[in-house]
Structures are given as structure tokens and as C-alpha cells.
């Protein structure tokens, strides 16, 4: 059992825990993610670290309600455990290894984290932060009520933009468009992060194609075990068939397949949305969500 | 009861039918008198031929002697001596081609269900509380076990009998391997047998610590230098599924076997409140013949498909186990044989909707021996199908190997090992099953645990 120390809701339906995992937190570096499971009867649910601290043994985790999993793990309090807690899993991000150090400071990065993918940019830019390198940072939210993470992100970054798309806080827009202003004021980077949601990061991928900066994208496909041994996370990249959770989960956003990987990302949506509905409404739901026939 | 000596007593089984809906095991097993009536039958031989078809050498003659007699928990201890998964063996070894296909009675007559036995004696220990001997005492000396399927829990078993402190490490959130998340309910009860055999390597004093997966969790040389282990042996299995690599593979509703079987079997998405979600789909195409081919069509069939085989070579050919074959097609299970997939036509969303076959036809016989199928030119073919589970066999993982240094492997990536000892290239690690041999049987990788538990004893032994 993996103790949760520390649960804090940063949004309605988007929660921080901080989970006792020793050799989790022992061996993971920037970029990988772990894979969650509330108890017997839950799912194996595939987050991005967002924090971890060796000394203590902790992992920290933000998850955002999407399915009748997410929403059983979000209950669980303080003091109470997760039944499994694997990791680290996938690839360090390249930018955070000892050994491209040399290579990282000669460049001036950029990460912009769109909702739930703030999170996992944070111990991206604070690794870089710890080694003396300053990158700026843009995150994104839909509105001013939504947004998470700004003092954390600030006390690491260079520049932080915060972007709402309704201009109710920060600048009036998305990741994107701030990216395009900084360019069009005469910023120039070399190297972009992005994290968030598919749609987003395939936007800002396009973008960058345009604007020659390379991309690194995080990928979070469908997953089951997580070490390679399903396929369910498999990709095109440049063509190739590559497993998110072995070969990733980040990738270079320019040759990542975006159409096919959303497609894949809807395969189990019914079935999940079937899960979730069942959950929340328990006996109570009758097939009002038009697909489980429950109502016929 | 009577017995005709050339007769194998008949095993009750549940009719084809009625298991064709339910997840509940296929095969009912022996009850005493059936067992101790088929036990009359063996011959005893002083030189017994079915001990050297054992990868495990279970002293066969001696445990159904006491069968018959009816003394069932000295039969299990000398199973257990040399078996420490006997209710897994009994019930998914190839007995035809190992003791069963090397008894005298077989020359005349049907060999003695020798299977089954070993199922009873095993299934009625369990159900008698009888455990299997621990060692009397620890000699104080520690080994890494990393993997839990069958390789890792004899290895396991066998160093904790000779006095051990092992721990076995698994990457899953529950231990058994390919018996957990591979072999479905109906050929292994989970909770009944699967936990129960993981019980009992535990009652040896073997400590199991899950979801931990080594060369990213930890890797082998802290172990060793930091966690005290004085050896480690490897029996990560053969994880990594294989695709064609034929168009429209990437398309929603197609599957790999590892992913259709792990989500129904350890997460077992055919269960009642369980949270896994599965495509049930209403017509299934499974492209393989092997037994995990079978064994992923009759669950597509068991969740309500219709469900086909496609497998490139004839009937005589199916790598599948001749009763497997036989349980799938008594249960509805339709075998297209001779036919290959060109293509998986997908529909404007992104999901299957057909799959293009190719009719063959066999050739000359290739380098394994088995006559090589040859595409018949225009002979191809659209059928309608929602989801496509591929079948095609599995590659070890490199996750371990790529993270300890001095560790060899050869050209399809597996573990270079002795097969006498499971030693490999790098000191005082060892390793056998599917990691070693590329995909195999569960009996197989435990005649390799049992090898490198013997080599890990020698090694340590003499230190």
C-alpha cells in the first residue's frame, strides 16, 4: 500500500497527492510517469510525476477526473493509500540528464503546460532551475478560476506567462498565441516543451514547425501495464510504430502522428463514460447515457 | 469402479454450450474414485519413461502409487518436491508431448492421464489445507527473484526449501506472471488455483513485493550492492507483442493478445465491478494458431462474438495444443486456416471494419521444418469484423537487459544463459523461461527456475 501524505484539491476536479513511494522516488527523474491503481477493483491509471522528493520517499501525482477511476482514486483522503503505485515508467526527458547538461545550457527553452499538463512541465523547469539553467514558461487555463501552480511555476521559472482564453486573467489567449507574441516581439527560442492536452499539443507542435523550434511533446495514450508488454499505447512517429510507455512518453512533436493518436484516445470513451455514469449514479442510472441499454 | 486398462477413465468436462457464455473453468477434474480408478492403470516401470518427459522430473510412478492407495497427501509431497506449481501443471502443461506421450500404456492403448492426477492430487491438498515442507532453517543467505510467473516462483520455491531468504520482484500488481494476466479463468481459476499456488511458495518463506519493475524501479546491480542479494535470477518472461505491420494496423479495435487477455484476465474486465473497460465487439478475427491465439478467441467468444481463427498454415500445423483446438471448436470458435491478413480496412473514425485475407497454400518445408505457406495470387477476400486481436507471439522485454551492464543477449534480444546452471555472462546472475528461450510453455520455464535454482546453489554453496 502506497500512503497519501499529503492531498490538496487545486481545482474542483483536479487533485495533488503526495504518495509515499521510496523506490519510486529513489530512481525517477523528470518526464516519466508512474501508474496508479485505488484498489482491487480500479484501473491502472498512467500520471505523470509532478514532483518527488528522495529524501522523504514521496511521489507527488495530479490527477483530473475523467472516468469512473480517476474519480474513485480522487476520493480516497490524506492518510489513506493506493493499493499499487508503479515506477518510475518511460523515459527521462532528454533535457533533464546529467549527461546532455552541456548541450542543455546552450539553450534558451521554452515549456508551455496547457490545464492538467501544468503540473508535469514543473519538475521539468525546477530540475533545469536546480542546474542553473532559467527557462521561460507559458501555461494556459480556460479561465482565471481554473488556474493552478502559478506560485510554484514562478519560484523556478525565468518568465512565467499565464494565458486564459477569455482574458480573465494574464494574457488574452492560448499557450499558442503568446508563443506567436513573444516571437513577433523578437523572442527567439531553441527549444520548445509542451504538455497537455493532445489537441493542444499537436496546435503548438504545428506552430513550432512554422517558427523552426524543435518540440518535445508528452504522450499519454491509452495505457494497460505500462513496460511494453500490451501495445495499447503504440503510436506512429515518423512513421514508426512506437510505445508510449517504453520509447516515451516524450516524443519529437514534428513527427508525431497527432490525427491517429487522438483517434486511438477515444477508443474506450463510451466504456469509460459507461463506468463513470455507473458510479456516480450507481442503481440509480437507467441507461441515460444512451449506451449501455440499461433503459431498453 | 471398473477399469479397462487400455481406456483412460473420461474427465468430466462442462458441456461446450454452456461454457461457451461463462468464464467458469472448462475442465472438472478427477474426483477419488475416478483418480484412484485411472491410477490402477500405471504400469509403475522401474525405468519410467514419463520422469524423462518431466522438465521437472516428478518421480510420476511413486505420487500415483500412493494415488492409488488413496493416500492423496503423500502423493502431493512428492509432487511438491520437485513441482512447486502442480494444480497450474496439472491443469496447462502439453502432457501429450512430455509424460504422457513417453508412457508404455500409450504404445496400446491411451497413456495414463497422468495430467490429471498430478490436477487432483494438487486441487485436493489445497482443499485439505496441506502445504508443501519449508526449510528448517535460513543459512543466511539472500537472492533476487525478479518475475513471478512460472520460472521466478520455482526458482523461488526451490532456493527457499534449501533455506534461502528470497524475494521475488514483480512488475505487475499481482503476482503469477503469463498465469495471471495470460492464461484465462477457464483453463486456470485465478483466485482458486493461481493465488493458492502463489500461497504456497509463499508458506516456504518466499517474500513477494509487486509493482516493482526492475532496471526502472531498481535495477540489478543495487540489488546486489546496496539491498545485500547474493545472487539474482531473472524470469522476466517474453512480454513484448508482435504486430504485422500490415495497413490499418494502428486503427481502434485492434488489439494485441497481451492487451485483449491482460485486460479480461488480471483485470478482469469480464467480472462485475471491475473498472476495465474491453471492446467486447460483436465480430472478432484472432490472427495466430497458437494457445494464446486459442485462448483469446474463446474469451472474445465467452463475452458474446462471433469469432474466428485466421491462421496461415492447415489444421495439422496449429501450434496450439491438439485440445485446445478441440475445446475451441466444440465451443463455436470458426477456424479459416490456410488464409493470411493483407489488410484492416477502417472505417472514416479511425475503427476497424473488415479485415482483407489472402487464401494459401502450403510449400515447401522452411528452415523449422513445417511446410511454408505461399499466397494463392488473387485469392483475396473482404470480411466484415469490428475487432482484430493479434496473435503472432511475444519477444522478451528489453527493459532488464538494457540497464545491467554485462549482461549478454543475443540477436532476438533474449538473455544469453547456461542451460544447466541459468548462468549468464554477468557473476552470480542467473536467468531461464522466455527470457532465455524467447516464448515457450509455463512447464518449460519452470524446468529452467528449477535448473538455475540448482546453479544458484552451487554458486553460493561453495562460497
Given at each position: 500500500?502506497?500512503?497519501?501524505?499529503?492531498k490538496?484539491?487545486?481545482?474542483?476536479?483536479?487533485v495533488?497527492?503526495?504518495?509515499?513511494?521510496?523506490?519510486?522516488?529513489?530512481?525517477?527523474?523528470?518526464?516519466?510517469?508512474?501508474?496508479?491503481?485505488t484498489?482491487?477493483?480500479?484501473?491502472?491509471?498512467?500520471?505523470?510525476?509532478?514532483?518527488y522528493?528522495?529524501e522523504?520517499?514521496?511521489?507527488?501525482?495530479?490527477?483530473?477526473?475523467?472516468?469512473?477511476?480517476?474519480?474513485?482514486?480522487?476520493?480516497?483522503?490524506?492518510?489513506?493509500?493506493?493499493?499499487?503505485?508503479?515506477?518510475?515508467?518511460?523515459?527521462?526527458s532528454e533535457?533533464?540528464?546529467?549527461?546532455?547538461?552541456?548541450?542543455?545550457?546552450?539553450?534558451?527553452?521554452?515549456?508551455?503546460?496547457?490545464?492538467l499538463?501544468?503540473?508535469?512541465?514543473?519538475?521539468?523547469?525546477?530540475?533545469?532551475?536546480?542546474?542553473?539553467?532559467?527557462?521561460?514558461?507559458?501555461?494556459?487555463?480556460?479561465?482565471?478560476?481554473l488556474i493552478?501552480y502559478?506560485?510554484?511555476m514562478?519560484?523556478?521559472?525565468?518568465?512565467?506567462?499565464?494565458?486564459?482564453?477569455?482574458?480573465?486573467?494574464?494574457?488574452?489567449?492560448?499557450?499558442c498565441m503568446?508563443?506567436?507574441?513573444?516571437?513577433?516581439?523578437?523572442?527567439r527560442?531553441?527549444?520548445?516543451?509542451?504538455?497537455?492536452?493532445?489537441?493542444?499539443?499537436?496546435?503548438?507542435?504545428?506552430?513550432?514547425k512554422?517558427?523552426?523550434?524543435?518540440?518535445?511533446?508528452?504522450?499519454?495514450?491509452?495505457?494497460?501495464?505500462g513496460?511494453?508488454?500490451?501495445?495499447?499505447?503504440?503510436?506512429?512517429?515518423?512513421g514508426?510504430?512506437?510505445?508510449?510507455?517504453?520509447?516515451?512518453?516524450?516524443?519529437?512533436?514534428?513527427?508525431?502522428?497527432?490525427?491517429?493518436?487522438?483517434?486511438?484516445?477515444?477508443?474506450?470513451?463510451?466504456?469509460?463514460?459507461?463506468?463513470?455514469l455507473?458510479?456516480?449514479?450507481?442503481?440509480?442510472?437507467?441507461?441515460?447515457?444512451?449506451?449501455?441499454?440499461?433503459?431498453? | 469402479?471398473?477399469?479397462?486398462?487400455?481406456?483412460?477413465?473420461?474427465?468430466?468436462?462442462?458441456?461446450?454450450?454452456?461454457?461457451?457464455?461463462?468464464?467458469?473453468?472448462?475442465?472438472?477434474?478427477?474426483?477419488?474414485d475416478?483418480?484412484?480408478?485411472?491410477?490402477t492403470?500405471?504400469?509403475?516401470?522401474?525405468?519410467?519413461?514419463?520422469?524423462?518427459?518431466?522438465?521437472v522430473?516428478?518421480?510420476?510412478?511413486?505420487?500415483?502409487?500412493?494415488v492409488?492407495?488413496?493416500?492423496?497427501?503423500?502423493?502431493?509431497?512428492?509432487i511438491?518436491?520437485?513441482?512447486?506449481?502442480?494444480?497450474v501443471?496439472?491443469?496447462?502443461?502439453?502432457?501429450e508431448?512430455?509424460?504422457?506421450?513417453?508412457?508404455?500404456?500409450?504404445?496400446?492403448?491411451?497413456?495414463?492421464?497422468?495430467?490429471?492426477?498430478e490436477?487432483?492430487?494438487?486441487?485436493?491438498?489445497?482443499?485439505?489445507?496441506?502445504?508443501?515442507k519449508?526449510?528448517?532453517?535460513?543459512?543466511?543467505?539472500?537472492?533476487?527473484?525478479?518475475?513471478?510467473?512460472p520460472?521466478?516462483?520455482?526458482?523461488?520455491?526451490?532456493?527457499?526449501?534449501?533455506?534461502?531468504?528470497?524475494?521475488?520482484?514483480?512488475?505487475?500488481?499481482?503476482?503469477?506472471?503469463?498465469?495471471s494476466?495470460?492464461?484465462?479463468?477457464?483453463?486456470?481459476?485465478?483466485?482458486?488455483v493461481?493465488a493458492a499456488?502463489?500461497?504456497?511458495?509463499?508458506?516456504?518463506?518466499?517474500?513477494?513485493?509487486?509493482?516493482?519493475?526492475?532496471?526502472?524501479?531498481?535495477?540489478?546491480?543495487?540489488?546486489?550492492?546496496?539491498?545485500?542479494?547474493?545472487?539474482?535470477?531473472?524470469g522476466?518472461?517474453?512480454?513484448?507483442?508482435?504486430?504485422?505491420?500490415?495497413?490499418?494496423?494502428?486503427?481502434n479495435?485492434?488489439?494485441?493478445a497481451?492487451?485483449?487477455?491482460?485486460?479480461?484476465?488480471?483485470?478482469?474486465?469480464?467480472?462485475?465491478?471491475?473498472?476495465?473497460?474491453?471492446?467486447?465487439?460483436?465480430k472478432?478475427?484472432?490472427?495466430?494458431?497458437?494457445?494464446?491465439?486459442?485462448?483469446?478467441?474463446?474469451?472474445?467468444?465467452r463475452?458474446?462474438?462471433?469469432?474466428?481463427?485466421?491462421?496461415?498454415?492447415?489444421e495439422?500445423?496449429?501450434?496450439?495444443?491438439?485440445?485446445?483446438?478441440?475445446?475451441a471448436?466444440?465451443e463455436?470458435?470458426?477456424?479459416?486456416?490456410?488464409?493470411?491478413?493483407?489488410?484492416?480496412?477502417?472505417?472514416?473514425?479511425?475503427?476497424?471494419?473488415?479485415?482483407?485475407?489472402?487464401?494459401?497454400?502450403?510449400g515447401?518445408?522452411?528452415?523449422?521444418?513445417?511446410?511454408?505457406p505461399?499466397?494463392?495470387?488473387?485469392?483475396?477476400?473482404?470480411?466484415a469484423?469490428?475487432?482484430?486481436?493479434?496473435?503472432?507471439?511475444?519477444?522478451?522485454?528489453?527493459?532488464?537487459?538494457?540497464?545491467?551492464?554485462?549482461?549478454?543477449?543475443?540477436?532476438?534480444?533474449?538473455?544469453?544463459?547456461?542451460?544447466?546452471?541459468?548462468?549468464?555472462?554477468?557473476?552470480?546472475?542467473?536467468?531461464?523461461?522466455?527470457?532465455?528461450?524467447?516464448?515457450?510453455?509455463?512447464?518449460?520455464?519452470?524446468?529452467?527456475?528449477?535448473?538455475?535454482?540448482?546453479?544458484?546453489?552451487?554458486?553460493?554453496?561453495?562460497?
Amino acid at each position: 500500500m502506497y500512503q497519501i501524505v499529503r492531498k490538496e484539491m487545486l481545482q474542483s476536479n483536479i487533485v495533488l497527492m503526495e504518495v509515499e513511494a521510496p523506490r519510486v522516488a529513489q530512481h525517477c527523474l523528470p518526464g516519466q510517469f508512474i501508474i496508479a491503481k485505488t484498489d482491487e477493483y480500479g484501473e491502472r491509471i498512467p500520471l505523470t510525476i509532478c514532483d518527488y522528493n528522495r529524501e522523504k520517499g514521496t511521489v507527488t501525482i495530479v490527477v483530473q477526473t475523467i472516468g469512473a477511476g480517476t474519480e474513485r482514486m480522487m476520493s480516497l483522503n490524506q492518510g489513506e493509500a493506493l493499493e499499487d503505485f508503479v515506477g518510475p515508467l518511460g523515459c527521462p526527458s532528454e533535457l533533464c540528464l546529467e549527461e546532455n547538461l552541456e548541450e542543455t545550457k546552450k539553450k534558451k527553452i521554452v515549456f508551455i503546460g496547457g490545464g492538467l499538463g501544468t503540473a508535469p512541465v514543473y519538475p521539468q523547469v525546477k530540475w533545469l532551475h536546480e542546474h542553473g539553467i532559467e527557462a521561460d514558461v507559458i501555461i494556459g487555463y480556460r479561465n482565471k478560476d481554473l488556474i493552478f501552480y502559478e506560485e510554484e511555476m514562478k519560484s523556478v521559472a525565468k518568465n512565467l506567462y499565464v494565458t486564459t482564453d477569455d482574458g480573465s486573467y494574464g494574457f488574452h489567449g492560448n499557450g499558442c498565441m503568446q508563443l506567436q507574441a513573444l516571437y513577433d516581439e523578437g523572442v527567439r527560442y531553441d527549444q520548445c516543451v509542451t504538455i497537455g492536452p493532445m489537441i493542444m499539443m499537436k496546435f503548438v507542435s504545428e506552430l513550432t514547425k512554422k517558427l523552426e523550434i524543435p518540440t518535445i511533446v508528452s504522450m499519454n495514450p491509452i495505457m494497460v501495464d505500462g513496460t511494453g508488454m500490451c501495445g495499447a499505447c503504440r503510436l506512429l512517429v515518423d512513421g514508426q510504430v512506437k510505445f508510449a510507455c517504453v520509447d516515451g512518453p516524450e516524443f519529437d512533436g514534428h513527427k508525431v502522428d497527432f490525427a491517429q493518436a487522438m483517434a486511438r484516445m477515444a477508443q474506450y470513451k463510451t466504456e469509460e463514460g459507461r463506468a463513470k455514469l455507473a458510479y456516480e449514479e450507481g442503481e440509480t442510472h437507467h441507461g441515460g447515457c444512451g449506451h449501455c441499454g440499461g433503459d431498453k | 469402479m471398473e477399469v479397462n486398462v487400455l481406456v483412460r477413465v473420461p474427465v468430466r468436462e462442462q458441456d461446450p454450450k454452456v461454457r461457451a457464455t461463462n468464464f467458469e473453468e472448462v475442465c472438472l477434474g478427477y474426483d477419488a474414485d475416478e483418480a484412484m480408478a485411472e491410477a490402477t492403470r500405471c504400469l509403475n516401470c522401474k525405468n519410467a519413461q514419463c520422469v524423462k518427459g518431466c522438465p521437472v522430473s516428478i518421480n510420476i510412478p511413486a505420487f500415483i502409487e500412493q494415488v492409488k492407495l488413496g493416500n492423496f497427501t503423500e502423493a502431493y509431497q512428492i509432487i511438491s518436491e520437485s513441482s512447486a506449481l502442480p494444480a497450474v501443471c496439472g491443469r496447462v502443461c502439453p502432457q501429450e508431448s512430455q509424460c504422457e506421450g513417453k508412457c508404455i500404456r500409450g504404445f496400446k492403448g491411451d497413456p495414463v492421464s497422468i495430467g490429471k492426477l498430478e490436477r487432483f492430487v494438487a486441487d485436493t491438498a489445497r482443499e485439505n489445507g496441506v502445504k508443501p515442507k519449508k526449510a528448517e532453517k535460513l543459512n543466511g543467505k539472500k537472492v533476487a527473484v525478479i518475475g513471478s510467473g512460472p520460472a521466478g516462483l520455482t526458482c523461488a520455491g526451490d532456493l527457499a526449501k534449501l533455506g534461502y531468504e528470497v524475494t521475488i520482484f514483480e512488475a505487475l500488481h499481482a503476482a503469477g506472471g503469463v498465469l495471471s494476466y495470460g492464461i484465462p479463468e477457464f483453463r486456470l481459476p485465478k483466485d482458486k488455483v493461481v493465488a493458492a499456488e502463489v500461497e504456497n511458495v509463499k508458506s516456504l518463506g518466499v517474500k513477494i513485493e509487486t509493482n516493482v519493475v526492475i532496471g526502472k524501479s531498481t535495477k540489478i546491480d543495487e540489488l546486489m550492492a546496496e539491498e545485500g542479494f547474493d545472487a539474482v535470477f531473472i524470469g522476466s518472461g517474453a512480454g513484448l507483442p508482435r504486430f504485422m505491420g500490415i495497413p490499418g494496423e494502428q486503427a481502434n479495435g485492434v488489439f494485441s493478445a497481451n492487451e485483449f487477455l491482460t485486460r479480461n484476465n488480471l483485470m478482469k474486465a469480464f467480472k462485475e465491478g471491475y473498472e476495465t473497460p474491453i471492446s467486447r465487439g460483436k465480430k472478432v478475427v484472432v490472427v495466430g494458431g497458437g494457445n494464446v491465439a486459442m485462448d483469446a478467441a474463446r474469451t472474445a467468444l465467452r463475452l458474446g462474438a462471433e469469432t474466428h481463427i485466421v491462421y496461415r498454415r492447415g489444421e495439422e500445423e496449429l501450434p496450439a495444443r491438439a485440445e485446445e483446438v478441440h475445446h475451441a471448436k466444440e465451443e463455436g470458435v470458426i477456424f479459416d486456416l490456410l488464409q493470411n491478413p493483407t489488410e484492416i480496412l477502417v472505417d472514416e473514425n479511425g475503427w476497424v471494419k473488415g479485415i482483407r485475407i489472402i487464401k494459401m497454400e502450403l510449400g515447401e518445408p522452411d528452415e523449422s521444418g513445417r511446410r511454408s505457406p505461399v499466397e494463392i495470387p488473387g485469392s483475396e477476400y473482404e470480411i466484415a469484423c469490428d475487432t482484430v486481436i493479434m496473435s503472432l507471439g511475444t519477444s522478451p522485454n528489453p527493459l532488464i537487459s538494457s540497464t545491467t551492464p554485462g549482461l549478454d543477449i543475443n540477436r532476438r534480444k533474449c538473455i544469453v544463459a547456461n542451460e544447466e546452471t541459468g548462468a549468464t555472462s554477468k557473476a552470480a546472475v542467473f536467468a531461464g523461461g522466455d527470457a532465455v528461450t524467447g516464448a515457450a510453455t509455463v512447464i518449460l520455464a519452470m524446468g529452467a527456475g528449477k535448473a538455475a535454482a540448482k546453479g544458484i546453489d552451487e554458486l553460493l554453496s561453495a562460497r
